[in-house]
């Protein structure tokens, strides 16, 4: 006897509830072995990679590309005794005198590295068929029709099986998978039997438009969850934002130097660097803007580490990936850091659990030529640092006007959290570390 089990969508991050399904890496007939990746899924805070726990053959693929499924739903079943009986999945699920397949029996592990959310899939009961009694006659009213036959999977009680995105289908178009038989092998209903039960009922889609300069793009995956945390950080906390406009020549003069350094050898060193080295030096002198407002405990949470936040942008939306404890970290090792954060993040190959949990965050704005804006805080943080364009302008140096490299700075910061003294020394601050890196001896 064959043993089947079927591999559901863990739960790869806390609170995750769905995800979208990016790529799936097998087919029907496909041999994997344990801990190869066979699905490609993307959440609400990144691309993620899933492992099989199983060595077998691929007997169903139960997702699609783009479908949105949820966690503990289905996505293959694989034949892990290949050897066993030649009997189909859906044969040894649909058996009645057959014992539930391993997969309806026994838990749903937790991927290695995922949260514990545990699923439990059992075989699908049996539907008990309706009983239609007859309606009783009057004398005024004509006996009334006898109702129309059901198919003979729904009149034996046995519901058919079907593919979650034929489910979100049938669901989409109101059509009752208990009234079908499905025409795929082993009674699995298919998108077409679906579409063909609704299309009576369903009136004819419009036809497009010729030449519309217009496109409907699903809001979902990481634009949804950046939406949604935008939205609530900007009516939770009360933003201020300050700005200082600084002359930097004296740190890119230092960032030419240090290339030249030994310790610097392969290390791309950006400005950028050197304002994550800043700001986690003026977190010490002013903590509050490294701190968290927990509304349910009435408390201020004071973080004695930084995790910094590095906005950055990549095809599938906005990211916040962190470097942990990034102030006990020395230049050059923050600005690895940097470079493998922002390859990671751009390739959508991001653990999720590198996307929570930051303490402060500073978006680069600058790599766009902008000079500036004003950054809405994320949740949970009470600052962000926004990072502009470094440019030749005039300056004023010792009374004599002079062309130099400036930098715009902008602090958006959590009123709750942080007054407009300690804002204000906060990048005031960072400026002074960024206009004269010989400033860091004095900290």
């Known amino acids: 006897m064959p ?22 890496r097998v087919q029907p007939g496909d041999e994997v ?33 783009g479908a949105t499924v949820e966690v503990g739903a289905p996505l293959l079943t694989v034949d892990v005794d290949p050897a066993g009986s030649s009997a189909s999945p859906a044969q040894a699920v649909n058996d009645s005198s057959a014992p539930a397949p391993a997969a309806a029996e026994e838990e749903m592990k937790p991927l290695v590295g995922y949260g514990s959310k545990t699923t439990e899939a059992r075989r699908r009961p049996r539907r008990a068929a309706p009983s239609a009694a007859p309606p009783a006659a009057t004398p005024a009213a004509p006996p009334a029709a006898a109702p129309a036959p059901a198919p003979a999977a729904a009149r034996g009680g046995y519901v058919p099986l079907a593919k979650p995105p034929v489910r979100k289908l049938a669901k989409d178009l109101g059509v009752d998978l208990s009234t079908l038989t499905g ?11 679906v579409e063909r039960a609704a299309r009576p009922a369903a009136p004819a889609a419009p036809a497009p438009v010729a030449g519309s300069r217009e496109r409907r793009v699903p809001v979902k995956g990481v634009r949804k969850a950046t939406a949604q945390a935008m939205v609530s950080s ?10 200082l406009t600084i002359d930097v020549t004296p740190m890119m003069e230092l960032r030419e130097r240090l290339k030249k350094h030994p310790d610097f050898a392969g290390v791309k060193l950006t400005p950028l660097a050197f304002a994550a080295k800043a700001v986690c030096m003026a977190v010490k002198r002013t903590p509050d803007v490294n701190a968290t407002w927990d509304e349910a405990a009435g408390e201020i949470v004071y973080k ?31 600005a690895r850091a940097l470079d493998e954060l922002t390859t990671t993040a751009r390739e959508g190959k991001t653990p999720p659990a590198e996307m929570v949990n930051g303490t402060i965050t500073i ?38 006007l002079a062309v130099r490299k400036v930098l715009q700075l902008s602090l958006s910061f959590d009123h709750r959290l942080v007054d407009g003294q300690q804002g204000s020394q906060f990048l005031a601050d960072v400026g002074a570390l960024l206009a004269d890196p010989a400033m860091a001896i004095t900290y």
Request: proline share 7%; glycine share 8%; no cysteine.
């Open 3 to 24: 043993e089947y089990k079927q591999f559901l969508l863990a739960d790869t991050a806390e609170g995750l509830t769905e995800a979208e399904i990016l790529n799936v």
């Open 33 to 65: 072995t344990v801990n190869q990746i066979v699905v490609e899924v993307e959440t609400a805070k990144a691309a993620v990679e899933l492992p099989i726990p199983w060595a077998g053959v691929i007997t169903e693929v139960l997702a699609e590309p």
């Open 183 to 193: 025409s795929a092998d082993g009674g699995i209903i298919t998108r077409e039997d």
């Open 234 to 243: 900007a009516f939770t906390a009360p933003h201020v934002t300050e700005f």
């Open 304 to 334: 004695d580490y930084v995790h910094l936040g590095i906005a950055a942008a990549t095809p599938r939306g906005l990211v916040v990936p962190k470097i942990r404890d990034a102030d006990a970290m020395s230049l050059p090792e923050l």
């Open 363 to 400: 978006t680069n704005v600058g790599v766009f030529g902008v000079d500036t804006g004003t950054p809405i805080i994320n949740p949970g943080e009470a600052a962000i640092l926004a990072f502009g364009a470094i440019k030749d302008a005039p300056w004023v140096v010792d009374g004599q």
